[in-house]
């Protein structure tokens, strides 16, 4: 009984929740499988099988072991394999991620997530290959986790309200521009203490974010070549109706059609404004207009 209650409810959340709640519950699932896969090899002392698995999923720095498996560019960025890891990455990730979608809606979060995180493995790449102190481990160094594309969802939260704010534990009410800037120097300069090419990828979520943000007030989405293979990714997680419509004449259907595209483009066009001018700027039929239909 409690399973199946469990389950349900985030079957629910998985078909009715925001695209942060999809992608957090996507990244929770790969970090069960691995650790189920993992308590396996424990429990039969036999982990080759794991550890060539979890290689091939890894981002490596090396361009020649990437070569033979680009896929990787994609698939760190849901990795996690240690449990705080995947707790506080998907704890900034909802917090964040929501401020995001209140100001931008839901349909750009997927595309600053997947953008965060190819951004995180370009500089970790240019890092390892580049600069001298990284090059006696570029053949071994491999790069896994959410936290690039994290901080782009950070900084661009940052950049289109910085003056939003939120309770911290022990520091009271803070603005999230200080989070955000506070989170990146101190990943900085950490750098020559250890997780190097982690850091390093937190600068290329964290600008890629901010750049995104600018961009899209400039009147300019640079992800719009790619928006329409997130809408059908971001279609396939959409619930599909049980419900058959027996008979609808062709007036009936050119209206509601009609209707719902105005809708839809009434919304893009508030969600624009918010980007380029902010939340503040809207008018009141504006603001509540989005209200109700952010209910439906």
């Known amino acids: 009984m409690l399973t199946g209650s469990i389950t349900n409810d985030i079957k629910h959340q998985f078909s009715y929740g925001n695209m942060v709640m999809k992608l957090i519950f996507v990244n929770v699932g790969v970090f069960l499988f691995f650790g189920v896969f993992n308590l396996g090899s424990f429990l039969f002392q036999n982990s080759s099988l794991y550890n060539l698995l979890l290689s091939k999923v890894e981002?490596?720095?090396?361009?020649?072991?990437?070569?033979?498996?680009?896929?990787?560019?994609?698939?760190?960025?849901?990795?996690?394999?240690?449990?705080?890891?995947v707790l506080f990455n998907m704890l900034w990730f909802y917090w964040f991620g929501e401020i995001?979608?209140?100001?931008?809606?839901?349909?750009?979060?997927?595309?600053?997530?997947?953008?965060?995180?190819?951004?995180?493995?370009?500089?970790?790449?240019?890092?390892?290959?580049?600069?001298?102190?990284?090059?006696?481990?570029?053949?071994?160094?491999?790069?896994?986790?959410?936290?690039?594309s994290i901080f782009a969802v950070v900084f661009a939260a940052a950049t289109i309200a910085p003056d939003y704010e939120i309770r911290l534990m022990f520091l009271g009410i803070v603005k999230i521009k200080y989070i955000a800037v506070v989170s990146l120097l101190l990943d900085i300069i950490n750098i020559p203490y250890g997780n190097a090419g982690g850091y390093i990828a937190h600068i290329g979520g964290a600008l890629s974010g901010y750049l995104y943000i600018k961009s899209l007030q400039g009147g300019f989405d640079f992800t719009s070549p790619f928006n329409k293979v997130f809408d059908g990714v971001a279609d396939l997680f959409k619930p599909k109706s049980s419900i058959k419509v027996t008979y609808k004449s062709e007036t009936q259907k050119a209206e509601k059609t009609s209707r719902t595209k105005n809708e839809q483009q009434k919304v893009d066009d508030i969600l624009d404004k918010i980007a380029r001018s902010g939340y503040d700027s809207l008018t009141k039929e504006e603001k509540d207009f989005l209200?109700?239909?952010s209910k439906k």
């Open 59 to 85: 981002m490596p720095a090396s361009l020649s072991t990437l070569l033979y498996q680009p896929w990787s560019v994609f698939t760190y960025m849901f990795l996690h394999t240690a449990f705080f890891h």
């Open 100 to 148: 995001f979608v209140l100001y931008l809606g839901d349909k750009k979060i997927l595309p600053l997530y997947i953008l965060g995180g190819l951004a995180g493995a370009i500089i970790y790449l240019l890092a390892y290959n580049l600069l001298p102190v990284f090059k006696p481990q570029v053949d071994v160094s491999m790069m896994l986790g959410a936290s690039a």
């Open 291 to 293: 209200f109700n239909y």
